[in-house]
């Protein structure tokens, strides 16, 4: 078997992929019912809400999509706190729609400025809402969340969550932080393939979709929270990933939410660990970086490519190459969802053999 650590699609274990075996059911009869209740339930569970929790059949890029369109009309003031390129896909899709969008940028490799984000909300009264990234899976940054929802909410704004690479994995509590509309992708964290993403949606978020214009229909929440309420999703949905969802929510579940966020803190710190040790550095700042990936910039003669290629064709590793501007710049291991310190310690065993080779000078 190969070692997939790249940050999602992640592993899924055996009992998760059985699951998926299953004859299809029928989405609009009893069984599933049962099922997406029960699901929805342990997902509110994991996601720390009380508020609305929907399964979207799509990727994670259409939860964002969904985020924007139910709270927001062409025209409105969005303030975009951007530190990579989900950030910027973020803003992008509220560009599409119409929104109006301030861009505040930081470095990438650092997370956002909170008192930045105060400045700009001072600045601009007119913004609805703000879109955040909690945790930036281009670089490995995670912002401070916590934080950053205070300085919003001193200013009453909508806060519009990605924690398409955090939720499940490292700490989210959504009702706590006033999170509006928060969003995850079930290759993450979640130990499932590629299929769902999952929302949850606030009151405030519900009173702020009464005003949308955005267009809509596939992502529509009214129509989700309707059908949900007979125990259906409008659409025919990802049934055999709703399977594994439900396998995975009990074994997450029965590992318990504190217990998966210290060991995604406990590799995360082995695995930065493990790279320094043998010359690399760290591209994100390491105050603020990722428990569930780990950027690392590419120096002294290390010719990422390279190195990649050497780990997956001789060691059966797979790691992750930079995005956009950071290809050949950086490269990134995945420590979500499904794994160990063992799957770990052969990455770095791996390595140690292939850096030399791919041009490395410690
Ligand atoms: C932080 C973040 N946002 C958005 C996405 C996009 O999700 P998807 O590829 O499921 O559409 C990803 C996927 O890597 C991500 O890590």
Redesign the pocket.
């Known amino acids: 078997m190969q070692n997939l650590r790249i ?2 699609p992640t592993p899924c274990p055996d009992e998760v992929l059985k699951s998926m075996s299953r004859q299809m059911i029928n989405h609009r009869g009893p069984e599933f019912a049962q099922i997406l209740s029960d699901v929805t339930a342990k997902l509110k569970q994991l996601f720390q809400t009380k508020g609305d929790v929907f399964l979207l059949t799509g ?4 939860g ?1 999509e969904a985020a924007i369109v139910n709270t927001l009309s062409p025209g409105d003031r969005v303030l975009s706190v951007s530190i990579g390129v ?1 950030g910027e ?1 973020f803003a992008a899709i509220a560009q599409q729609f119409g929104a109006e969008i301030i861009h505040l940028r930081f470095e990438w490799g650092k997370a956002a400025d909170v008192d930045a984000i105060r400045k700009a909300l001072q600045a601009e009264s007119k913004i609805k809402a703000v879109l955040v ?1 909690h ?3 281009s670089t490995g940054t995670t912002n401070d969340l916590k934080a950053i929802s205070s300085v919003v909410k001193e200013f009453d704004k909508l806060l519009l969550v ?1 924690a ?2 955090s939720l499940g994995s490292i700490d989210l509590p959504v009702d706590d932080w006033h999170c509006d509309v928060t969003v995850t ?1 079930s ?2 964290g979640w130990m499932v393939p ?1 299929g769902l ?1 999952m929302v949850a949606v606030s009151q405030e978020a519900w009173q702020a979709h009464t005003k949308a214009k955005m267009p809509r229909f596939y992502w529509d929440f009214a129509k989700a929270k309707s059908y949900l309420e007979k125990g259906q999703t409008p659409w025919t949905p990802a049934i055999s990933v709703v399977f594994a969802l439900s396998v995975s929510l009990d074994m997450m579940l029965k590992e318990g939410l504190p217990n998966i966020v210290a060991r995604h803190a406990r590799i995360a710190q082995m695995t930065r660990n493990g790279v320094k040790a043998l010359g690399l550095s760290l591209f994100a700042k390491e105050s603020h970086a990722s428990n569930t990936v780990t950027a690392i910039a590419a120096s002294d003669g290390l010719d990422t490519k390279k190195m990649l290629k050497i780990l997956r064709e001789e060691h059966r590793v797979i790691l992750a190459g930079g995005q956009q501007r950071l290809d050949g710049k950086i490269f990134r291991i995945g420590h979500l969802g499904w794994v160990t310190e063992d799957d770990i310690e052969k990455v770095i065993s791996a390595l140690i053999v292939a850096l030399p080779q791919a041009g490395f000078r410690s």
């Open positions: 940050p999602g990727s994670g890029t259409g964002l989900f896909r990234t945790n930036e899976t990605d398409i690479s992708g290759q993450k590629p993403a």
